[in-house]
């Protein structure tokens, strides 16, 4: 395995050597001898602010973590995907969702065009099309408004408006309900189907390919029991496609003029900017999604401008390389404690994991160093009631993501506040700790005997020094959570510049698109045991029969 980019880097060595002294750091120690932590490590930007002092590192960290970013390219980098460049080298294609959210004026040009009049087309079609549905002027086929909207879709056709329509569910029109169909498996969409009504219900075909299998699927039982209760000529009212593929969209009935395209330079994980917002818009409508939009360009700026130093996704970034790649931790946990955010780690999971699970450089060479850890999580304060256990006293050291809202989207009193102390409470006892002499003293004061106390104290003591970010927002409104996703996307950006990988191709998951073809066939027709091991072959038998025993 050759010496890949990021060790080769000069600043590589200095970081390595620091590490040999900040691996002995207690996080108890650095706030008792910099008791300026939370000013000195913490950052606004776009509406959210950025505490992340709880971590193992100091400035000395920083500005060595920076140092080899800047010598990795990240500002080069950066620029060349602010302005269309094809660094989506394996696939050939410029990576532009910031183009998505920029303002109408902006020029951003790929293969010399500029495609900024092209998106704002699209998004004026969908400002045209979320007006009437929402107003009632588009009606179904016997006239009445829509009142139920199905989105089928998968990956990224599927968890940015599913993640975002669950996350701002305080802004969503009151006539109408969001539902979300992914899965092939057909109890998904058969639970849908049976609760709406064709008359008023809309379907919309999300798929940048139009081929997706498990989409495609899906798509043609809804269309099958629409014409079972409806005739073809009633289909155009009712469905309406969000793609690339115009042909395969007008083969299936839809009306091109409901078709909202989008480009090749969209990547499935970033699009919800584009027309796969289209359920976002109907939602909430076409003004909010505008601010969620604005949100996102403010981060798309923050990240443009701001020093390495002071750069909110930077910094994020850089923290994840600083527990990868040297303290060797291979996962990351996200904690909204926003019920509303409870699709934003399965989104997450999707925009870190697919970007940057890459086992080879851009240039093809096997790394020699860990890339993305596994992105996990839940809500609070539900996940403290349950794999919170292991973040405090398991033997492996899990860096936390804290996210939460200042005020809450209702108004009910008292359970916010609860809230924010569990959150803050959690970040300051995994920072924390309990000594063996705390978890003592404490037993004392509660009158248990010293052969118990002596049985209970190891078990009662925890080690503290567990990182985390808390990132706060005012409220989770379309704005915060633009700028919120857009954090992450340039965090996802920075550590695959570090990395040296491309972010933007997902040859795994293709993979998976392709292997399932092969076996389809063996289930219901004749088997080809010569193709496979004796496991698959079992399983493929098993399936045939439907019988276990
Ligand atoms: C995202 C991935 C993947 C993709 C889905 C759906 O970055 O490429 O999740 O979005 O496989 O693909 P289609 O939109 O083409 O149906």
Request: glycine share 6%; net charge negative; charged share 20%.
């Amino acid at each position: 395995m050759s010496q890949s980019a990021f060790t080769a880097a000069a600043a590589h060595d200095p970081l390595q050597s620091h590490f040999a002294e900040a691996k002995n750091w207690h996080m108890r120690m650095l706030f008792s001898q910099e008791p300026d932590r939370f000013s000195r490590f913490s950052v606004k930007a776009a509406g959210l602010f950025l505490d992340y002092s709880k971590n193992r590192l100091n400035d000395t960290t920083m500005r060595l973590l920076a140092a080899l970013a800047r010598e990795r390219g990240l500002e080069q980098q950066r620029d060349a995907m602010f302005s269309g460049k094809k660094i989506n080298t394996t696939e050939q294609r410029a990576v532009l969702h910031v183009a998505l959210r920029a303002p109408r004026n902006a020029a951003i040009q790929v293969d010399g065009q500029d495609v900024m009049p092209e998106v704002h087309r699209v998004l004026d079609h969908i400002r045209d099309f979320a007006e009437r549905v929402r107003s009632g002027q588009w009606t179904g086929c016997t006239g009445k408004s829509i009142t139920d909207v199905v989105n089928i879709g998968i990956g990224g056709s599927d968890l940015g408006p599913e993640m975002a329509c669950r996350a701002l569910r305080a802004f969503v029109h009151p006539r109408l309900s969001m539902h979300f169909v992914s899965n092939v498996d057909a109890h998904d969409i058969d639970s849908v189907l049976s609760h709406v009504n064709p008359e008023t219900t809309l379907f919309i075909i999300a798929s940048k390919t139009f081929t997706t299998v498990e989409t495609m699927m899906n798509a043609q039982s809804a269309r099958t029991w629409f014409l079972r209760q409806r005739g073809a000529a009633d289909l155009p009212k009712h469905f309406v496609a969000v793609s690339t593929n115009t042909k395969a969209v007008a083969a299936f009935g839809i009306d091109t003029n409901n078709m909202f395209p989008f480009w090749d330079w969209v990547g499935g994980r970033y699009s919800i900017w584009s027309a796969i917002g289209l359920p976002l818009a109907l939602a909430i409508g076409y003004d909010r999604f505008a601010e969620f939009l604005a949100g996102a360009h403010a981060m798309d700026q923050h990240f443009r401008t701001a020093p390495l130093e002071s750069n909110m996704p930077v910094i994020l970034g850089l923290i994840g390389v600083w527990y990868r790649n040297f303290f060797g931790f291979s996962s990351l946990t996200i904690a909204p404690y926003h019920q509303d955010l409870e699709r934003f780690p399965a989104y997450l999971q999707q925009l870190e994991m697919e970007s940057n699970g890459k086992r080879v450089s851009k240039e093809g060479n096997a790394l020699n160093i860990a890339s993305c850890p596994a992105v996990w999580g839940d809500v609070g304060t539900n996940g403290q009631h349950a794999y919170f256990q292991l973040l405090h006293q398991g033997t492996d050291v899990i860096p936390v993501d804290f996210i939460a809202a200042l005020k809450p989207s209702h108004a009910l009193p008292g359970h916010h506040t609860v809230l924010l102390a569990n959150c803050f409470a959690q970040s300051e006892a995994l920072m924390r700790g309990k000594t063996s002499d705390e978890a003592r003293a404490e037993m004392r004061a509660q009158g248990l005997a010293e052969d118990d106390i002596d049985t209970l104290a190891p078990h009662r003591t925890f080690p503290g020094n567990r990182p985390s970010n808390t990132i706060l927002m005012d409220a989770l409104t379309p704005s915060a959570l633009g700028a919120l996703i857009a954090l992450y996307e340039h965090k996802t950006f920075t550590q695959g510049v570090l990395w040296d990988v491309n972010s933007f191709d997902q040859w795994g998951v293709e993979l998976g698109k392709a292997l399932a073809k092969n076996i389809e066939p063996e289930l219901t027709g004749t088997p080809r045991p010569d193709a496979h091991d004796s496991s698959t072959n079992g399983l493929i038998a098993l399936a045939r029969t439907g019988l276990i025993s």
